[in-house]
């Protein structure tokens, strides 16, 4: 059986403390942990865990560095590792210009 | 052969909750869930947990299940988001201000908080729109971070001795008479004693495994998020147009598009400060897709409540896929008649979330002790056999 309670959040390597997301406050400490209590081995995962990623930025800065670090966790080559899969819009877009498209005349069903 | 106690087919927050609760019996489980761990409905919705909105029987489940919310994060040692915020009903419509007061009048029939705002409330609560014509604040509905709950869960189990297999698909079953014997995986062949169906909007699919035809299908849902805004004073929020959308009768509604891709305003504002923008209601098979023209008619109707919404930025969009009971719209649970080993969990259309406890806890119960539990009667696959 695993000891889940016991792989405690001290920590207990270098960079452990380190900010990896900078909009949702996750440190490199606190991913290593869940992949392993969890077993993750995709980047999807990882944001699901820690919310690493789900920030303002959705990612754009600190997704390579999730994947460093997926990668030496799960001994994978980074290229292996694949991104996770876009949740548009891809850049911040505010919510009036996503009404635009019903406004106005009906809308088109498109995607 | 591996040879588990109980096999749980799913690994979404129902399966999750149902492993968490087994293990803490010191029965030992297996959860196997054929893509990530949370990978499904579960990883896609908002987090409320509305209780204002059912009836009973539904409601007594909902209330239970809301109960034990209150001692879940002390239990599960984690801070899982619990926020009760209360859910603040809105109309835009003039017409629709006796339906929401009556709806108020009767919560507090039922003993759950509620109250109208009075025009001054209302006029002095600068985020909401100058449109919106009446409110009703009620006290029994929060919300929770869904991936706190459904990873807690997990965690938890783990600590118990449950185990979680993830990307193994349940393939087939082999019955001995009345009973399942073993599952055939993607990954290699399990022998079990129970068998748990909570493959959410596919449990359609494991229940023509054994020969029943369970009549779920999958009702899609799509949400928008949106940056962190300060945080509000009123932090769930629901459009009036959700009750007919969400719960049934919005046949005259019915008419107009926004109406017909089920979009009826859900407005949470998550620990984080980001707002979700829910929900739509469509049928589209297994399709997980958005689509430009719901998510327009969830940008526009949310900023007809919250006008500040228009200039704000949406980060992120997403769908999934509630198990919906094209019967009755029902969660179906418990042991299954027909079968000697077979428990069900599925249905919970868009109240898994608020559910997950409850449905966790009784289902432990019955496949521990036996014996039935009086709360889920109301809810067995048992109803559709007389129709
Ligand atoms: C847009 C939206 C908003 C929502 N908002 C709320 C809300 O505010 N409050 C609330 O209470 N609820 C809400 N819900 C509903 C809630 O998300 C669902 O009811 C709940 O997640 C269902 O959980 P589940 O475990 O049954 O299903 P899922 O999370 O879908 O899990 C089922 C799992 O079974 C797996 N599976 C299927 N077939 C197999 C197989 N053959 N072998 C192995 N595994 C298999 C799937 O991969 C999946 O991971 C919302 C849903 C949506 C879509």
Request: with cysteine.
């Amino acid at each position: 059986m695993e000891s889940v309670k016991d792989s405690s959040s001290e920590p207990d390597e270098e960079g452990s403390e380190k900010i990896v997301c900078r909009c949702e406050e996750v440190t490199e400490g606190e991913i290593r942990e869940s992949i392993r209590t969890y077993k993750l081995d995709t980047v999807a995962e990882v944001k699901r865990a820690t919310r690493a990623g789900m920030g303002l930025c959705q990612g754009r800065s600190c997704e390579i560095s999730i994947k460093r670090i997926l990668s030496e966790e799960t001994r994978r080559d980074i290229s292996e590792i694949s991104a996770d899969s876009v949740r548009p819009p891809t850049i911040p877009v505010e919510t009036g210009v996503i009404a635009d498209v019903i406004r106005g005349g009906g809308g088109n069903e498109e995607d | 052969m591996k040879k588990t106690e109980v096999l749980i087919v799913g690994g979404g927050i129902i399966g999750s909750s149902i492993a968490y609760y087994l293990s803490k019996h010191g029965v030992e489980v297996t959860v196997v869930e054929k893509g990530k761990l949370l990978g499904g409905a579960s990883g896609a919705n908002q987090g409320g947990i509305p209780v204002s909105l059912f009836e009973p029987p539904l409601l007594d489940l909902v209330r239970e299940s809301r109960k034990l919310y209150d001692g879940l994060s002390q239990e599960l040692g984690e801070d899982l988001g619990f926020d009760e915020t209360g859910l603040l009903l809105i109309v835009l419509d003039k017409d629709q201000e006796s339906l929401l007061n009556q709806f108020g009048k009767r919560l507090e029939q039922r003993g759950l908080g509620a109250e109208s705002l009075s025009s001054n409330e209302l006029q002095a609560e600068s985020l909401l729109a100058d449109n919106v014509k009446a409110a009703v604040k009620t006290s029994a509905d929060a919300s929770v971070d869904p991936f706190k709950v459904g990873f807690g869960l997990i965690s938890q189990a783990k600590a118990n001795g449950a185990t979680f297999l993830k990307d193994t698909e349940v393939k087939d079953v082999i019955m001995s008479g009345r009973k399942v014997t073993q599952v055939k995986t993607t990954r290699e062949t399990l022998q079990l004693n129970y068998l748990v169906n909570a493959a959410g909007a596919r449990s359609k699919s494991i229940g023509d495994m054994v020969g029943l035809d369970i009549p779920v299908k999958p009702r899609r849902g799509q949400i928008l998020v949106t940056e962190p805004t300060p945080r509000a004073k009123y932090r769930y929020l629901m459009d009036f147009d959700y009750i007919a959308t969400a719960l049934g009768n919005g046949d005259k509604e019915e008419k107009s598009r926004r109406m017909k891709l089920g979009v009826a305003s859900s407005l949470i504002q998550e620990p984080s400060s980001n707002w979700t923008i829910g929900a739509s209601r469509d049928f589209a098979g297994f399709n997980k897709k958005t689509t430009r023209e719901t998510l327009g008619y969830l940008a526009d109707r949310a900023t007809k409540f919250l006008p500040d919404f228009e200039n704000c930025n949406i980060i992120r969009s997403y769908a999934g896929l509630r198990p919906y009971c094209h019967v009755d719209g029902k969660p179906i649970l418990g042991r299954i008649e027909e079968l000697d080993n077979f428990f069900i969990a599925t249905g919970h259309a868009g109240e898994g979330i608020t559910l997950a406890p409850i449905t966790g806890k009784l289902l432990a119960r019955e496949i521990v002790s036996g014996r039935k539990a009086k709360l889920l009667d109301s809810f067995r696959y048992s109803r559709f056999e007389s129709e």
